[in-house]
């Protein structure tokens, strides 16, 4: 447990400091190809663990292969350090500009929805995770070993999901890719709460195609929407608040599952939904007005 802290702050450190490098540095193709690896990256590792448990070897020896190529990423990482740090002298000369003060960066337009948008898109994710083979389970009747292989699609056209999105990008905006995203998140959950049979497989490939997108390109969008200076510092705030999203809202739900039905599964997620969709809509409301 005492273990646990340094791996919860170094990877929340990780997740701010190198989504803010690419969305400063990068395009916005470039964050989502980084997320699309993240699935990967959360493939392999269960897959890696599998292979050690099934040849009847201890789980530690998967912590040290996974501990191993995190070692390695940090020789790497420290090799490179004069490029990141010739690109940072690099930004911080163009912008010239200091860091807002926290009280001024909470109070500025926007950041209260963008916070909101990360606590229930990642609360949406957790959501699925954790439920989604339980609720096809309970409510549509499917076996575990099925309602385990759909929600294994699920992971898998997030994963493409994400590599494709990238190169739509090209061609739509980050407010359009948004929004159309979040209109795809929410069609699929309809097409999950109201259909049945092989239609559910493709209700979770459309939540998950939906979903692809949405991470990264908020992400992305946080330099232009509140200012490179202080984009460092609202993005750890917003991954803090998805990580209170993925947290707090599944088990949540799941009090409420056990004492009620298992069918809200599917309302949770479009109330859910509907408010990321608002608040995006809410942010980049002014900047459109502003441009116009």
Request: with cysteine; aromatic share 14%.
């Amino acid at each position: 447990m005492v273990a646990a802290l340094p791996l919860g702050f170094g990877a929340g450190a990780i997740d701010t400091s190198l989504n803010d490098y690419v969305a400063i540095h990068f395009k916005v193709h470039h964050m989502n190809w980084l997320h699309a690896f993240w699935g990967v990256g959360a493939t392999l590792g269960p897959m890696i663990m599998g292979v050690i448990l099934n040849h009847d070897s201890s789980w530690r020896n998967g912590y040290l292969i996974i501990g191993g190529i995190q070692f390695l990423l940090v020789i790497i990482l420290f090799l490179s350090l004069p490029l990141w740090r010739q690109n940072e002298k690099a930004i911080s000369h163009e912008s010239g500009e200091t860091a807002s003060s926290l009280r001024t960066l909470l109070k500025q337009r926007g950041v209260f929805f963008s916070l909101l948008s990360f606590l229930f898109y990642v609360g949406v994710e957790g959501t699925i995770f954790l439920w989604g083979s339980s609720y096809l389970i309970e409510v549509k009747s499917f076996t575990i070993a099925t309602a385990s292989f759909i929600l294994s699609i699920f992971f898998a056209s997030l994963t493409v999901g994400r590599l494709v999105s990238g190169f739509i990008t090209f061609w739509l905006s980050n407010h359009k890719l948004l929004v159309f995203s979040e209109i795809a998140l929410l069609m699929g959950i309809l097409i999950v709460a109201f259909g049945t049979g092989s239609v559910l497989y493709g209700g979770f490939i459309l939540i998950g195609l939906g979903c692809a997108a949405i991470f990264p390109t908020m992400i992305h969008e946080t330099p232009s929407r509140f200012g490179a200076k202080d984009s460092r510092t609202i993005m750890g705030f917003q991954v803090a608040s998805g990580y209170v999203g993925i947290t707090a809202l599944p088990p949540l739900l799941g009090l409420l599952f056990q004492h009620f039905s298992m069918n809200l599964f599917p309302f949770f997620l479009i109330v859910f939904t509907l408010i990321l969709l608002g608040a995006t809509i809410v942010i980049d409301k002014p900047r459109k007005v502003k441009n116009l």
